[in-house]
């Protein structure tokens, strides 16, 4: 039984930001996206709202009184594209701040022009 994984595309600096993230976030984070990749779902995924029928989904995990948040979208070509990966530190409740938002927004629209053959 042959198992291909869905590649996985990095948009702008999104590789970087999980990387700068604690170890065991990491962990989690890339344990969600080897499970996309596969066509599968982490138990802590779930859609992000604002975004529709998009496919974009959010892994929030929290470590030392710290929340953190990887935001990807399986619903582009035949890949997982990261979009986000930041700590949220926003004070006013569990809502995604809108400066993140507007840049999960500004990612998908790059991250679905590469899926169409547009940019590299």
């Known amino acids: 039984m042959t198992n291909s ?10 590789k970087k930001d ?3 993230l604690p170890e ?3 962990d989690v984070f890339g344990y969600a996206l080897h499970l996309s990749q596969d066509g599968k779902k982490h ?11 998009a496919g974009v989904l959010e892994v929030v995990e929290d470590h030392l009184g710290n929340t953190y948040r990887a935001v990807y979208t399986v619903k582009l070509a035949d890949g997982v594209y990261v979009l986000h990966c930041f700590q ?3 004070t006013s ?4 701040p809108k400066p993140d938002m507007d840049l999960i927004h500004e990612r998908l629209k790059v991250a679905q022009e590469h899926a169409k ?3 590299k």
């Open 93 to 96: 409740g569990i809502a995604t």
């Open 24 to 26: 065991l976030v990491r």
């Open 117 to 119: 053959g547009k940019t």
């Open 18 to 20: 999980l990387m700068s």
């Open 43 to 53: 138990v802590q995924a779930k859609p992000l709202k604002g975004f529709g029928g």
């Open 5 to 14: 994984l869905k590649p996985l595309y990095w948009v702008s600096s999104s």
């Open 88 to 90: 949220k530190k926003s």
